[in-house]
């Protein structure tokens, strides 16, 4: 099994570009899949750099309902036309940034090969997929920004219960991947925990730490209890895109060689 990270935030391989986004490239015994598909198709481009043959997808997650995890698509669909999609019904709404608009193409949902999800999927021995995370403990602030519609058009806050993670059973590991765990890294464990009653293996996900403005006080305390948490799972984590380079280094620093950073073009150690 192998996993390269496509494209994120932040330069790595020679030849490849990065983006605000997030792909993730995984081959295992059964797929070779995609876990979301970046901003744009810049994660095509870096796959070609690095001799990855994308006609050979045939999985598709997409981890959530935001522009910077799908805005690829139409690029994988011309490579690997026969892939399939699967993302939460939930995530084909309306998101919002301020007024910005940061949801799906929605012509993304017309695609003959969109498998729409209500929850927990199996899709074989090796994938799992799950939804469902309602803790809000370390809940990130940042999504207090983000809004979605109500069905009578006004606007709300986002809870994210358009957000899943994928689960990859291989060579008796538990590989974790999520997209920018908006419900929160640790709600995402927790959640982990009750539907398989152990750690995983290796966790890769963005946190949702970035911000515009500095950290207050009780914004650094929150990033210092999380890393304590993390740092009690049996557990390897990889982390960027959203969770900014001051949060990274913060949990770097306090976590040691049990977190490790993504970069554009470059492969995990797995």
Not at 91 to 118: C, S, T
Request: charged share 20%; glycine share 10%; proline share 5%.
């Amino acid at each position: 099994m192998r996993i390269i990270t496509l494209i994120e935030n932040t330069p790595g391989a020679p030849g490849c570009v990065h983006e605000h986004g997030l792909s993730l490239y995984v081959e295992t015994a059964r797929h070779t899949l995609l876990m979301d598909t970046g901003a744009t198709g810049a994660f095509a481009d870096n796959a070609a750099a690095l001799g990855l043959d994308l006609s050979r997808v045939d999985t598709v997650v997409l981890s959530h309902g935001h522009y910077d995890h799908a805005g690829g698509l139409w690029r994988l669909v011309e490579l690997a036309p026969h892939a399939r999609i699967y993302m939460q019904r939930g995530a084909g709404r309306d998101f919002y940034h301020g007024d910005r608009y940061i949801g799906i193409d929605k012509a993304i949902l017309d695609l003959p090969n969109l498998h729409l999800l209500d929850g927990d999927c199996r899709l074989d021995e090796e994938l799992f997929l799950f939804a469902g995370i309602t803790g809000r403990r370390f809940w990130p602030r940042s999504n207090l920004e983000l809004r979605t519609t109500a069905p009578d058009g006004t606007p709300v806050q986002d809870d994210f219960s358009h957000e899943q993670c994928l689960v990859i059973a291989q060579e008796g590991k538990h590989i974790l991947l999520s997209g920018c765990a908006h419900n929160g890294i640790l709600n995402i464990l927790d959640r982990y925990r009750q539907l398989f009653g152990a750690d995983p293996d290796v966790a890769v996900s963005g946190f949702h730490m970035k911000q515009a403005d500095p950290y207050t006080p009780e914004e650094w305390a929150v990033i210092d209890d999380t890393a304590r948490e993390l740092a009690q799972y049996h557990t390897r984590f990889y982390t960027g895109h959203c969770t900014g380079k001051p949060a990274q280094e913060r949990l770097l620093a306090r976590m040691g060689d049990q977190l490790h950073p993504l970069h554009s073009g470059l492969p995990l150690d797995l």
